[in-house]
């Protein structure tokens, strides 16, 4: 079935440093892709999105392109904040009609001061 | 509207003992459903409502696990006989057709802490 791999964390920076978040997909067609974030105590809330290939979201100086050749929805961010540590969650359609989101294993990133 | 809301957020129970948990959904929104997340993993699908009706189980929803969305609005999870491997995040979503279809852009609760000792 469709499944989405991420790079496994934590990822420690500092700030302002330059972000990247891995992630690979399994699908059969060209499913959207999605990138949630969970910041500590809260839910899950959804940061980014690309519906075709070639697509890049972006959100919160955060972006992620939509490459159908590497099968990839890499995160990335040039200069991270302290408030920006969190996990982050590559999903993508479970393979159903009806909204069903198959999630990543989730990468956890710290950034100090 | 204050998003979705989940109750409780943390529960400690005693192996054996049931438990049941609480989502109130954004209120115009039809679809509700219910993920549990475990350390280190990702939110995994356990059913879904529209309206009244549940749709779709996953099977890792096993015989001690029942969901309800009475009216079609807030829904309840219970676990009966509860066993250690419950301990995990239980989380609910809720969305609109239209982002639904369009943008998958769930509204996640907070979530429910289980603990089970």
């Known amino acids: 079935g469709d499944s989405v791999t991420q790079m496994e964390g934590p990822v420690t920076l500092s700030e302002e440093a330059f972000l990247t978040i891995n992630c690979t997909y399994t699908a059969t067609g060209y499913p959207s892709l999605f990138w949630y974030v969970q910041y500590p105590g809260e839910g899950l809330q959804l940061l980014l999105k690309a519906t075709k290939a070639d697509d890049k979201g972006s959100n919160k100086g955060f972006e992620a392109t939509y490459r159908k050749e590497t099968t990839s929805f890499h995160l990335e961010k040039g200069s991270v904040q302290v408030s920006d540590s969190a996990v982050y969650f590559c999903a993508l359609p479970g393979g159903d009609s009806w909204g069903k989101l198959q999630f990543g294993a989730g990468t956890q990133v710290v950034v100090t001061p | 509207d204050t998003g979705v809301s989940q109750d409780p957020r943390h529960k400690i129970t005693k192996r054996g003992q049931n438990v049941t948990f609480r989502c109130d959904p954004i209120?115009?929104?039809?679809?509700l459903y219910w993920y549990r997340q475990t350390l280190g993993q990702g939110p995994e699908f356990l059913t879904y409502?529209?309206?009244?009706?549940?749709?779709?189980k996953s099977r890792l929803l096993s015989d001690r696990f029942s969901a309800e969305r009475p009216k079609g609005s807030f829904s309840t999870l219970e676990i009966q006989r509860t066993e250690q491997g419950d301990s995990a995040m239980y989380l609910c979503?809720?969305?609109?057709?239209?982002?639904?279809?369009?943008?998958?852009?769930?509204?996640f609760g907070s979530g429910t802490r289980l603990t089970v000792v």
């Open positions: 209120s115009e929104h039809n679809r």
């Open positions: 979503a809720s969305s609109s057709p239209v982002a639904d279809l369009l943008n998958y852009g769930y509204t």
């Open positions: 409502f529209q309206n009244e009706a549940q749709l779709e």
